[in-house]
């Protein structure tokens, strides 16, 4: 499958469908990447026999460039899709054909110079409907040699057997073919040539190399093989673990993999010229095959790969960093990882291991993680946050997102995903930082400059799954990287629940425990990260709810039974590290779980979209009292990456300022209620491009939209509830009421130095009720720091539509260096006018903008009038004393008292 710019081939095709092995026959045999070819697939006898229609998909291996026409389904934009359609046709015998002519350059819409082999499968209209498998054509410019027996570069072959060797030309050549050196078959002035050749059997690696000769140009092709090995059987180093092992003295190390029922494996690579050698047969112990390499140089890269069973390469499933056949040409062209080495396509396929000894140690900065309760997590995903996507660029905004207060960062997966732009839930090398973003080491220090500003560093981390790429999957699976196969220790043959993605692991299996339990461990240890975001918790179940996800969200003790164990394991290596689930699952689950110390995602999103566009949807979800939970481990959010966008939702149906509005509005009934919380980044400047127009898709920064007055506005209002909630400590259960239902929402914080009131209308009409405070006395306006007496602690208060404020007992910090957010300055408890006295304008607080305004003298003289815009008006022309100004719409009129100095 095409490894494009979002992961939903990968969901649709690679995962959850079925592909059917057939190879396209193409005409010419031999072709340049301009010149015009028929792609032929014969589908007789096939799961794809049934198609009426089909499409071709075709991309770029290694180059991200992909057909226009790789749309699917392929209905949904039939005038793009059309040229990708096949002609379907019948044989005499009812065989079933589907023909497409085609010009690769044409088609792709790039330059030849950018295709040296296309790939390419037959699909039906929906990835649902079926597909082949992969088939990589190369570009034959020029002269060309193809060997089409012996297929690969390695073979393992039994005593004395004869061996087809079969070999053709572009155009006429001289043809020879050795063994280990000697020439056993010549012809001239042909295009073809064949030969057998009896095994030698002497239990040493023998090379077969065909070379083709037109007179100018001499092309080679090598085929190394030897008689199918049995490894000898020695105890495995002890202390020695799965993976890479480095030695002591750095000039070694022990590759250890774990492959129940494999006969052999080699360890080909850049030290033995991806050659087979007996020399780098790996030894067995049990189901664990193992081999020291020495005298590596210290410090020094090196690429490996593991031969299995003489058919399958794999990458090690334990390594640290990952060399791509598809990934890393875009990576070194665009410079994301200096120095990187290039992917070694001439000698080998599929994912190549790096190791290096000699690694040094990184110096950490001391950080205490602050406490499970005041969490304020930023979510981001590093591929949208900046243009640069790297992890460089977040360090470079640490700075503002420690202006904002947050105290925590959960990044979205950055292990070793498929593909480049993703959102990284398609894993598929747990230990390896993914490239694109940059180095392992400006991880590190983005972690440490993080710890530096008092921001912790959680994970988003996916082990619900693991996509095709990924080695435990490609050990025992249907193809190259199709489903697992009942031999796979690791991984379900089909899935248990009904929205699983990619490969669904067996977490009972003590091979998926040892796993997990390695990956858990390793970034705690390694990138001294402070904890994790369990992507699909609900799926770590064995239980089958596959046609039921009503039973799939039922309480499952077998599934406790797993978070505990997975939780153990980690508080074991880390005590205090944080542990995310997003599970939703029956809330009596749930409880349990956050009584044994596990926090667990809670999605307010719809809950607080409604109550954002006027309705009375209550919000005592938000609260974990309110669920019946003791502990304060409910991490609630109005956005999360999964979840559309309060701006835009809100927007659909009103304008920008409302949404703002509105959105101010929701966020203080948000950051107000105890517990962790949770944002989605720019949610505090008013993020406003739709989710689900292109769901995966990359989305627009709008950094930009900090210098809009209105949106900086939004942006204070996050920073300093955000700061209260953090420093303070007045935000606490122990002080918390609140009244979250109807269209008139309050919260009281009766905390022992300060009372906190908060009120808000959520209507789009104005409502009146009335309000009791904690306390007679003199009240302050928590953001202007106005004051305003309350003699009665029941108060009759008109709100306007959307309006709300947060009164205070005492004076206290906003954390906003005096800036205004809702220009309320109260001297009486409603609507404002302020500064008063002044002496060139004032402004009026809450919603009155664009209402009509009138200013009279004493004698009620009408002096001038006009439509209230930007809440300013200009009296710069008035001379000193006492004037009334009324304000008047549809819902209500005020008139206050001003003094002009």
Same mark, same amino acid.
């Given at each position: 499958?095409?490894?494009?710019?979002?992961?939903?081939?990968?969901?649709?095709?690679?995962?959850?469908?079925?592909?059917?092995?057939?190879?396209?026959?193409?005409?010419?045999?031999?072709?340049?990447?301009?010149?015009?070819?028929?792609?032929?697939?014969?589908?007789?006898?096939?799961?794809?026999?049934?198609?009426?229609?089909?499409?071709?998909?075709?991309?770029?291996?290694?180059?991200?460039?992909?057909?226009?026409?790789?749309?699917?389904?392929?209905?949904?934009?039939?005038?793009?899709?059309?040229?990708?359609?096949?002609?379907?046709?019948?044989?005499?015998?009812?065989?079933?054909?589907?023909?497409?002519?085609?010009?690769?350059?044409?088609?792709?819409?790039?330059?030849?110079?950018?295709?040296?082999?296309?790939?390419?499968?037959?699909?039906?209209?929906?990835?649902?409907?079926?597909?082949?498998?992969?088939?990589?054509?190369?570009?034959?410019?020029?002269?060309?040699?193809?060997?089409?027996?012996?297929?690969?570069?390695?073979?393992?072959?039994?005593?004395?057997?004869?061996?087809?060797?079969?070999?053709?030309?572009?155009?006429?050549?001289?043809?020879?073919?050795?063994?280990?050196?000697?020439?056993?078959?010549?012809?001239?002035?042909?295009?073809?040539?064949?030969?057998?050749?009896?095994?030698?059997?002497?239990?040493?690696?023998?090379?077969?190399?065909?070379?083709?000769?037109?007179?100018?140009?001499?092309?080679?092709?090598?085929?190394?093989?030897?008689?199918?090995?049995?490894?000898?059987?020695?105890?495995?180093?002890?202390?020695?673990?799965?993976?890479?092992?480095?030695?002591?003295?750095?000039?070694?190390?022990?590759?250890?993999?774990?492959?129940?029922?494999?006969?052999?494996?080699? #360890?080909?690579?850049?030290?033995?010229?991806?050659?087979?050698?007996?020399?780098?047969?790996?030894?067995?112990?049990?189901?664990?095959?193992?081999?020291?390499?020495?005298?590596?140089?210290?410090?020094?890269?090196?690429?490996? !790969?593991?031969?299995?069973?003489?058919?399958?390469?794999?990458?090690?499933?334990?390594?640290?960093?990952?060399?791509?056949?598809?990934?890393?040409?875009?990576?070194?062209?665009?410079?994301?990882?200096?120095?990187?080495?290039?992917?070694?396509?001439?000698?080998?396929?599929?994912?190549?291991?790096?190791?290096?000894?000699?690694?040094?140690?990184? #110096?950490?900065?001391?950080?205490?993680?602050?406490?499970?309760?005041?969490? #304020?997590?930023?979510?981001?995903?590093?591929?949208?946050?900046?243009?640069?996507?790297?992890?460089?660029?977040?360090?470079?905004?640490?700075?503002?997102?420690?202006?904002?207060?947050?105290?925590?960062?959960?990044?979205?997966?950055?292990?070793?995903?498929?593909?480049?732009?993703?959102?990284?839930?398609?894993?598929?090398?747990?230990?390896?930082?993914?490239?694109?973003?940059?180095?392992?080491?400006?991880?590190?220090?983005?972690?440490?400059?993080?710890?530096?500003?008092?921001?912790?560093?959680?994970?988003?981390?996916?082990?619900?799954?693991?996509?095709?790429?990924?080695?435990?999957?490609?050990?025992?699976?249907?193809?190259?990287?199709?489903?697992?196969?009942?031999?796979?220790?690791?991984?379900?043959?089909?899935?248990?629940?009904?929205?699983?993605?990619?490969?669904?692991?067996?977490?009972?299996?003590?091979?998926?425990?040892?796993?997990?339990?390695?990956?858990?461990?390793?970034?705690?240890?390694?990138?001294?990260?402070?904890?994790?975001?369990?992507?699909?918790?609900?799926?770590?179940?064995?239980?089958?709810?596959?046609?039921?996800?009503?039973?799939?969200?039922?309480?499952?003790?077998?599934?406790?039974?797993?978070?505990?164990?997975?939780?153990?394991?980690?508080?074991?290596?880390?005590?205090?590290?944080?542990?995310?689930?997003?599970?939703?699952?029956?809330?009596?689950?749930?409880?349990?779980?956050?009584?044994?110390?596990?926090?667990?995602?809670?999605?307010?999103?719809?809950?607080?979209?409604?109550?954002?566009?006027?309705?009375?949807?209550?919000?005592? !979800?938000?609260?974990?009292?309110?669920?019946?939970?003791?502990?304060?481990?409910?991490?609630?959010?109005?956005?999360?990456?999964?979840?559309?966008?309060?701006?835009?939702?809100?927007?659909?149906?009103?304008?920008?300022?409302?949404?703002?509005?509105?959105?101010?509005?929701?966020?203080?009934?948000?950051?107000?209620?105890?517990?962790?919380?949770?944002?989605?980044?720019?949610?505090?400047?008013?993020?406003?491009?739709?989710?689900?127009?292109?769901?995966?898709?990359?989305?627009?920064?709008?950094?930009?939209?900090?210098?809009?007055?209105?949106?900086?506005?939004?942006?204070?209002?996050?920073?300093?509830?955000?700061?209260?909630?953090?420093?303070?400590?007045?935000?606490?259960? !122990?002080?918390?009421?609140?009244?979250?239902?109807?269209?008139?929402?309050?919260?009281?914080?009766?905390?022992?130095?300060?009372?906190?009131?908060?009120?808000?209308?959520?209507?789009?009409?104005?409502?009146?009720?009335?309000?009791?405070?904690?306390?007679?006395?003199?009240?302050?306006?928590?953001?202007?720091?106005?004051?305003?007496?309350?003699?009665?602690?029941? #108060?009759?208060?008109?709100?306007?539509?959307?309006?709300?404020?947060?009164?205070?007992?005492?004076?206290?910090?906003?954390?906003?260096?005096?800036?205004?957010?809702?220009?309320?300055?109260?001297?009486?408890?409603?609507?404002?006018?302020?500064?008063?006295?002044?002496?060139?304008?004032?402004?009026?607080?809450?919603?009155?903008?664009?209402?009509?305004?009138?200013?009279?003298?004493?004698?009620?003289?009408?002096?001038?009038?006009?439509?209230?815009?930007?809440?300013?008006?200009?009296?710069?022309?008035?001379?000193?004393?006492?004037?009334?100004?009324?304000?008047?719409?549809?819902?209500?009129?005020?008139?206050?008292?001003?003094?002009?100095?």
């Amino acid at each position: 499958m095409k490894f494009n710019l979002t992961i939903i081939c990968f969901l649709l095709s690679l995962c959850l469908f079925g592909q059917t092995s057939i190879d396209p026959q193409i005409e010419p045999e031999f072709f340049s990447a301009d010149e015009e070819i028929t792609i032929t697939y014969d589908v007789t006898a096939t799961s794809l026999q049934s198609f009426q229609e089909a499409w071709i998909w075709m991309w770029v291996p290694g180059k991200g460039i992909d057909a226009p026409s790789n749309i699917n389904p392929a209905s949904s934009n039939s005038s793009a899709t059309n040229p990708a359609k096949f002609t379907r046709s019948t044989g005499n015998s009812g065989e079933v054909y589907f023909s497409l002519t085609l010009t690769p350059t044409e088609f792709l819409n790039t330059s030849a110079e950018n295709i040296e082999s296309i790939g390419m499968l037959l699909k039906g209209n929906d990835w649902s409907d079926g597909q082949t498998t992969d088939y990589i054509a190369q570009i034959n410019d020029g002269f060309s040699l193809v060997v089409d027996n012996p297929s690969g570069n390695y073979g393992f072959y039994n005593s004395s057997e004869s061996l087809s060797i079969e070999a053709r030309t572009s155009e006429t050549a001289t043809i020879e073919i050795f063994v280990d050196g000697g020439l056993i078959e010549s012809t001239s002035n042909v295009t073809s040539l064949s030969t057998t050749h009896t095994i030698i059997d002497d239990g040493n690696v023998h090379e077969i190399k065909i070379t083709a000769t037109n007179g100018s140009e001499t092309l080679v092709k090598n085929h190394t093989y030897t008689i199918t090995p049995t490894p000898s059987s020695e105890t495995l180093p002890l202390e020695t673990r799965d993976g890479i092992n480095c030695g002591e003295d750095n000039t070694s190390v022990t590759l250890a993999l774990r492959a129940p029922n494999k006969e052999h494996v080699f #360890v080909i690579g850049d030290f033995n010229d991806w050659s087979l050698s007996n020399e780098y047969l790996m030894k067995k112990d049990d189901e664990v095959f193992w081999l020291t390499l020495s005298e590596l140089t210290p410090g020094e890269e090196y690429l490996f !790969q593991y031969l299995v069973d003489g058919e399958l390469k794999i990458a090690d499933p334990y390594a640290e960093k990952i060399s791509s056949q598809f990934d890393d040409a875009e990576i070194i062209s665009d410079n994301r990882y200096p120095n990187l080495k290039p992917y070694p396509g001439s000698e080998t396929s599929e994912a190549a291991s790096f190791l290096r000894t000699n690694k040094s140690d990184y #110096v950490w900065e001391p950080f205490t993680r602050p406490q499970k309760e005041d969490l #304020v997590i930023y979510e981001l995903l590093i591929r949208d946050f900046t243009e640069e996507r790297t992890f460089e660029a977040v360090i470079n905004r640490l700075d503002y997102l420690q202006d904002l207060g947050v105290n925590a960062i959960e990044l979205m997966p950055v292990q070793e995903f498929e593909g480049n732009l993703s959102w990284g839930y398609n894993p598929a090398f747990m230990f390896a930082v993914d490239k694109y973003y940059g180095t392992e080491l400006d991880f590190k220090t983005l972690v440490n400059e993080a710890h530096k500003r008092g921001i912790a560093i959680i994970l988003d981390i996916v082990l619900n799954h693991q996509f095709g790429r990924n080695s435990l999957v490609r050990l025992y699976n249907e193809g190259l990287y199709g489903n697992p196969t009942s031999e796979n220790p690791w991984f379900n043959t089909t899935p248990k629940h009904d929205f699983n993605v990619g490969y669904d692991m067996n977490h009972e299996s003590q091979y998926t425990k040892d796993y997990v339990d390695r990956v858990v461990t390793y970034w705690l240890e390694e990138y001294n990260i402070d904890g994790y975001r369990f992507d699909l918790s609900k799926g770590f179940t064995q239980r089958n709810s596959l046609g039921n996800v009503s039973l799939w969200g039922q309480y499952d003790a077998s599934r406790i039974a797993i978070w505990k164990r997975i939780a153990d394991v980690i508080w074991a290596e880390d005590p205090s590290a944080y542990i995310i689930l997003e599970h939703f699952a029956e809330n009596r689950e749930e409880k349990e779980l956050s009584e044994y110390g596990m926090m667990l995602w809670g999605n307010m999103n719809h809950t607080y979209i409604n109550a954002a566009k006027g309705s009375s949807a209550s919000l005592s !979800q938000t609260y974990y009292v309110d669920r019946g939970w003791s502990d304060p481990h409910l991490i609630s959010y109005m956005e999360s990456h999964d979840e559309e966008r309060l701006m835009w939702e809100v927007q659909k149906s009103h304008g920008l300022n409302y949404s703002l509005e509105r959105a101010k509005l929701a966020t203080a009934f948000f950051l107000t209620v105890p517990g962790p919380k949770l944002i989605w980044q720019f949610g505090e400047f008013g993020y406003d491009e739709e989710l689900n127009n292109d769901r995966l898709g990359i989305k627009p920064t709008h950094w930009e939209y900090l210098e809009e007055v209105n949106r900086k506005k939004l942006f204070d209002l996050y920073k300093s509830i955000i700061n209260l909630k953090v420093k303070s400590g007045y935000i606490n259960e !122990q002080y918390f009421h609140w009244s979250p239902s109807g269209l008139v929402k309050t919260i009281n914080i009766d905390h022992p130095e300060v009372s906190i009131y908060l009120i808000g209308n959520f209507d789009d009409e104005a409502q009146t009720s009335t309000h009791k405070f904690s306390k007679p006395g003199t009240w302050y306006d928590y953001f202007t720091g106005a004051s305003f007496e309350v003699t009665n602690p029941s #108060v009759e208060v008109t709100l306007g539509a959307g309006e709300w404020h947060i009164f205070t007992s005492e004076l206290i910090e906003n954390y906003i260096e005096d800036q205004e957010i809702t220009l309320s300055s109260p001297q009486s408890l409603n609507e404002i006018i302020y500064p008063n006295p002044t002496d060139n304008e004032v402004r009026v607080s809450g919603t009155w903008n664009h209402s009509n305004y009138y200013i009279t003298d004493q004698t009620g003289r009408v002096l001038f009038s006009g439509t209230l815009k930007d809440q300013t008006i200009d009296v710069s022309n008035l001379n000193s004393g006492i004037y009334f100004l009324t304000l008047e719409n549809q819902a209500r009129k005020l008139t206050e008292t001003i003094v002009i100095r």
